[in-house]
Structures are given as structure tokens and as C-alpha cells.
């Protein structure tokens, strides 16, 4: 019985030393895994873990760039940048929206056209960012916002820039116009590489030169460090990286010459580009109706947004680069030029011009009754023959047409430094297959090649392109691309960048040829169909007038007054001077404005009238308001005789 005692006690002793070991083994090895963990944490991870508590400490706050300023070639302030304060909100922490901006209405005046702009931004942006509710407030606006400001948690007041455009309507589709960044500018960042430098950034380059040169115009945004405390205050700042502010353009524009045609267009729709042929640069690119463009800046309102884009007259569309049309008799000094190097025969042919053209059993109308009889080459330039033109394309062929076309870069962009430039349409076989699918429409019939020799058929251009290629004419084939930017400025270092002109190409044209084209040009000016719009000119210039038919008579005689006005012919003139030695050239557009030296002529005269000389026409508007001030002022009635005045 004793021995069975001792013996138990004996095994419990020895469970108990087991117990006891694994036990000890067991929190040795957990103290082991502590220090592991300890030394992996304070000693591995020691900079990881070390830079994540100074970011807990530290915030990184990102400075926005100032915008740079753009000018026009003369230093007048096209688009610059000032500072105010914006109410801005944060709906996420926002409990009741809708009761928030309530209370806020009893501090500062918000008007349904914020609400209607706010609510455009929240559906276009995310709940946690910034949204103004208000813009530009005034310091007594702000001090009233501050004193409560704690009763609105997730609404605050910011100091921020505003970009403003003086001009306002005018220049607005060549300047563009900046906007709030949304989904899809964020992924073309991220796609670039260059999201890291809009941190703190609400806009973005929209439309315009605010687009194509957003790389220049942004800036490198800056950061201060700054020292938090545990409720997320501000303590102090710890290091600053101050932001570099973004270039400054200077534009080859001319803004006085650029409004003086705004005003000549007045109410009608229409475009003009203006072009210096011996560098390519923009002197005037003009897209009437325009529009206000500081009406983006800040989230355009749902109802100034529905006004111009349902607009009939579509002021948003920039007619100069995006507006494609028939360019009329404004394509024949380029067939001309193209049909000498090709020596077409009928160069060197005087022909007889009846009026109209027979061909394939059709018949194709001039636009003179009875035609001009015996027509020459350069007298068809003069007069615009179309029955010699008719015959011209008949002779070279449509390949050799589209591929003369080709190499003044009709059919493709021009490559001037504004975005979405089209290209228009250069008609060939080749393109009317692409275009069409079924078979029977694919085929090209000749027929079809008679009207593309007038700039009628399929033919479509911008007035750009249109400008482009006069340009080229008027330097003697030599190309340059058309550039808005003259020069980019650094602003901290004063460093210029100048946008060198560099020719494209030149076209090999034989000087005798292009001089040959250019004195039937100047014939329009002077016996031409510009001539009564360009008598007494006190230079030499080279034109060219154009009618573009925007729907088929069908053989029916064309009168504006039976036709609805949006129907109604376009009015094209194309000009370069002084011939011998231009210096100007351009193509301009007056949508429905009949014949080409009825509306578009007019305008051209004056725009080379300003640019050569210096003499400014009076504005329309202002002569329409005197004349009908004139109009309805009381007539009085003389009780002198009058002077009984001998004749010659």
C-alpha cells in the first residue's frame, strides 16, 4: 500500500516537471517571438515605422502654381490671374446638405445660379472634395463666415486665384478657357505622369491655347511641412518648397485686330483667319458668335450651359479649325497652280465659254448667264470662269487633283497649335470607298470630278486650311506651320523661349507658274470679282472670291430672297498683299452671306486696310445706332430762303 503511494507521488512529480517545462518552454518561446517582433519593429522596420510617425506629426501641404499670363503680340493682358475668397463645402462632411446651405443664406447672398452650379459640380466630382458653394466673396461677407464658422463643420472659407479673361467674348475660341478637373482629366494625369504635380490644383486647361499649352502654363506645384497636433491643427510650419509659377505666353495675335473683325461680322455667323506668310504666325483668328469664356472658370450653371449649347448659331463651335465648307471658287488658284505644273493643256488654250459645261450627257451651269465668251487662263482666275474651270479638272483627273491638294495639306490638320484642329475632306476614289459602304456608292464617277474643279462636291475645308494654303501661295510655295505662341517666358529667370519659325516644306512649284497664278489674283482686285470692293487701295493685293452652295438648286436660278437664310449661299474671299512681298494673308467665311464679294470681300478689305495702313473702320453696331438715332429725331423745317446757287 505504501509503495503504491510512493509511486504515484512519484509519477505525479514527474508529470508535473513536464507540465512545468513545456510551460517554460512555451513562454520562453513567446518571449522570443517579443523580441523578434521587437527587434523587427524597432530596429528592421525602425526607418519605415519612423517615417510613418512623421506623417502622422508632419502633413504635406501642396502649394498650387500661380497660371501664367498670356498677351497679345503687343503686351495687352489676354487672360492673367487674381486672388479672392471662395465658401467652399465638403459634402461628406456635411450632415443635411440642402439645410446647411439654408443657414449659410442668411450670412453670405447665394443665388440660384450658385445652387444650379453647385449641383453641376457634385454630380461631376467626388463627395469628399471642396466643392464652392460661393465665389469672390466680399470682406464683409468673409468676417460675417468667420465669426460663426463653428456652427458648419465640413464648410470653410479659401483663399484662392481666379483666372479672368478681360476681353471677354472676344478672341474667346482662341484663348480657350480653364476648367474644374474632373474623372477624365485625372486619368490623362495619371497617363502622362503628371498627376503627382495637380495636387492642390482645382483647374485645368478646357479648350483653346489654355489647353494645347497647359504643360507651360500650370507651373510645378510647390509644398509646405507643417507640424499637426493630435486634433489635426496646424502648429507650425517646418519646411518650404515654394511653387514655381507657370509661363508666360506672348501671342503673334494682334487683340485690336482680332476685335476690329469681330465687330465687322456683327450678329452674322462666320470665321477669319488671318496668317503672316512669312512665319506662319497667327494674326487674327476669329469664330463668330463667340462666347464668355469666365463663364467656365468657376463650373458654368446648367442654364448658361443649355443657352450656347442648343444654340442654332452654336457659338461653342470654333469655326475657324472645326467648321468644314465647300470652299467655292476659292479652290481655283490651287487647282490653277496645280493644273501649270501638270501643264494641263488648257493652260496654254483659250477656250469659249458659253455659260455651261456638257459633259457625260450633264449639263453644269457657270455662275455667269451667257458666260464671259472668250476665256484665257488668266482672265478665268479674274472673272472665275467656271466652264474653264470645269474643263481644268476634266483634263488633270481626280488623282492628280487629290494629289496636288494633298501637298497643301488639304484633307489633314494643319498642325497649328490649337487642339481638335479637323481636317476637312479632299474627295479622291480612294476616300469615297473608305466613306461609303454600299458597292454601288463607292464608285467614282467622272462626272463627279467636274464639280470638285470649281470647290463644289464633296470638297470640304476649314477656313484654316483655307488660310493655310493662301499663305503658302502668297511666300512663293514656301510652308510654314501656322502658331498662335510667338514666345514662352520664364517668369522667375526672365528666359524667352522663342517659337522659331521653321518651313514645313516647299512646295516645287516653278516661280514663273506661281507668279503666272498670282497676276490673275490681282486681277480679281482690279477687274475682277473684287474689284469694286478693292477700288482705290493704296496697295497691291491678290484675291480670290468664292460662293459656296450649301444645298442643290437643281438647275433652278438661285435668288437669297426665296430662300430661307440658313440655306443661302456662304460668302468666301481669300487675299494676300502687297502682293510682291506679302506680309498678310487670310481666308475668311461669312456662313449664308451670298456671293463672295457681297459679304466676305468687304471684310477682307478691311482687315488689309487696318494691317497695312493702319485705318481703322467704324464700328457697325455704332453706325447702325446713329443712323437710326438720325432716323427717328425730329425733322425741323427752315423758314430761310435758299440761296439760288448758279449751275456750272
Do not use: C
Not at 104 to 118: E, M, N, S
Not at 418 to 440: C, D, H, N, Q, V
Not at 497 to 507: C, G, N, R
Not at 565 to 580: N, V
Request: hydrophobic share 40%.
Amino acid at each position: 500500500m505504501n509503495r503504491r503511494v510512493v509511486m504515484n507521488h512519484h509519477g505525479e512529480r514527474n508529470a508535473f516537471q513536464v507540465r512545468l517545462a513545456a510551460a517554460a518552454f512555451f513562454i520562453l518561446a513567446m518571449f522570443g517571438v517579443l523580441v523578434g517582433r521587437f527587434v523587427w519593429l524597432q530596429v528592421m522596420q525602425h526607418d519605415r515605422y519612423l517615417t510613418l510617425a512623421e506623417q502622422n506629426r508632419i502633413s504635406l501641404v501642396p502649394i498650387p502654381p500661380s497660371r501664367g499670363i498670356i498677351r497679345d503680340r503687343n503686351g495687352v493682358v489676354l487672360a492673367h490671374n487674381f486672388s479672392a475668397y471662395t465658401l467652399e463645402i465638403t459634402p461628406s462632411k456635411v450632415g443635411d446638405l440642402e439645410e446647411t446651405i439654408a443657414r449659410l443664406k442668411g450670412i453670405v447672398d447665394i443665388t440660384p445660379k450658385d445652387r444650379r452650379r453647385f449641383k453641376k459640380l457634385q454630380e461631376e466630382t467626388k463627395d469628399f472634395e471642396t466643392l464652392p458653394i460661393r465665389t469672390k466673396l466680399s470682406d464683409d461677407e468673409v468676417a460675417r463666415f468667420a465669426a460663426q464658422s463653428y456652427k458648419f463643420p465640413g464648410v470653410e472659407i479659401k483663399a484662392r486665384l481666379f483666372r479672368q479673361y478681360p476681353m471677354g467674348e472676344s478672341a474667346s475660341h482662341l484663348i480657350g478657357y480653364i476648367g474644374r478637373i474632373n474623372d477624365k482629366d485625372i486619368k490623362q494625369l495619371e497617363d502622362d505622369g503628371r498627376l503627382a504635380n495637380y495636387r492642390g490644383t482645382d483647374h485645368i486647361g478646357k479648350l483653346g491655347l489654355e489647353q494645347s499649352y497647359e504643360e507651360y502654363l500650370h507651373g510645378v506645384t510647390g509644398f509646405e511641412q507643417v507640424e499637426i497636433d493630435s486634433g489635426g491643427r496646424a502648429v507650425r510650419t517646418l519646411k518650404r518648397t515654394p511653387p514655381q509659377s507657370g509661363k508666360d505666353l506672348t501671342l503673334s495675335v494682334d487683340i485690336k485686330l482680332q476685335q476690329m473683325v469681330e465687330q465687322q461680322f456683327a450678329a452674322r455667323r462666320g470665321s477669319l483667319v488671318a496668317i503672316d506668310p512669312r512665319t506662319g504666325g497667327i494674326l487674327a483668328l476669329v469664330s463668330q458668335p463667340g462666347f464668355d469664356p469666365n463663364l467656365f472658370v468657376d463650373g458654368i450653371d446648367p442654364q448658361s450651359w443649355s443657352e450656347l449649347n442648343e444654340s442654332l448659331d452654336k457659338p461653342l463651335l470654333n469655326r475657324a479649325i472645326r467648321g468644314e465648307y465647300p470652299p467655292g471658287s476659292t479652290f481655283k488658284p490651287f487647282m490653277a497652280i496645280a493644273a501649270l505644273e501638270l501643264n494641263t493643256p488648257i493652260v496654254n488654250q483659250v477656250i469659249s465659254d458659253p455659260g455651261y459645261f456638257i459633259y457625260g450627257g450633264h449639263r453644269f451651269n457657270d455662275s455667269k448667264k451667257g458666260g464671259y465668251g472668250s476665256m484665257s487662263f488668266d482672265r478665268s482666275i479674274a472673272l472665275s470662269s467656271d466652264t474653264y474651270f470645269y474643263q481644268m479638272a476634266v483634263q488633270m483627273g481626280i488623282d492628280n487633283i487629290a494629289k496636288s491638294m494633298a501637298m497643301l495639306d488639304f484633307g489633314v490638320p494643319t498642325g497649328a497649335d490649337l487642339p481638335g484642329e479637323r481636317g476637312g475632306i479632299l474627295p479622291s476614289p480612294e476616300w469615297k470607298k473608305k466613306r461609303f459602304k454600299k458597292t454601288a456608292q463607292q464608285k467614282w464617277y467622272s462626272g463627279e470630278t467636274v464639280s470638285i474643279g470649281i470647290g463644289q462636291g464633296y470638297n470640304a475645308y476649314t477656313p484654316m486650311q483655307l488660310a493655310h494654303a493662301t499663305a503658302t501661295l502668297a511666300n512663293r510655295g514656301v510652308m510654314f506651320k501656322p502658331h498662335a505662341v510667338q514666345s514662352i517666358m520664364d517668369v522667375a529667370t526672365g528666359k524667352k523661349m522663342i517659337v522659331e519659325p521653321k518651313p514645313v516644306k516647299t512646295m516645287p512649284w516653278k516661280p514663273h507658274n506661281i507668279e503666272r497664278v498670282i497676276r490673275g489674283m490681282e486681277g480679281v482686285m482690279t477687274v475682277g470679282t473684287g474689284a469694286g470692293v478693292f477700288r482705290g487701295a493704296p496697295y497691291v493685293s491678290a484675291g480670290k472670291t468664292g460662293t459656296a452652295q450649301v444645298f442643290s438648286l437643281k438647275g433652278a436660278k438661285y435668288n437669297a430672297n426665296a430662300i430661307k437664310e440658313r440655306l443661302r449661299d456662304h460668302s468666301w474671299f481669300i487675299a494676300f498683299a502687297p502682293s510682291d512681298k506679302p506680309t498678310i494673308a487670310l481666308a475668311v467665311i461669312v456662313e449664308n452671306g451670298g456671293f463672295g464679294a457681297q459679304a466676305a470681300a468687304p471684310i477682307a478689305r478691311k482687315v488689309l486696310d487696318y494691317y497695312l495702313t493702319g485705318k481703322l473702320p467704324p464700328d457697325p453696331a455704332a453706325l447702325a445706332a446713329s443712323a437710326a438715332a438720325k432716323a427717328s429725331a425730329p425733322q425741323s423745317v427752315s423758314t430761310v430762303s435758299a440761296e439760288v446757287v448758279p449751275r456750272d
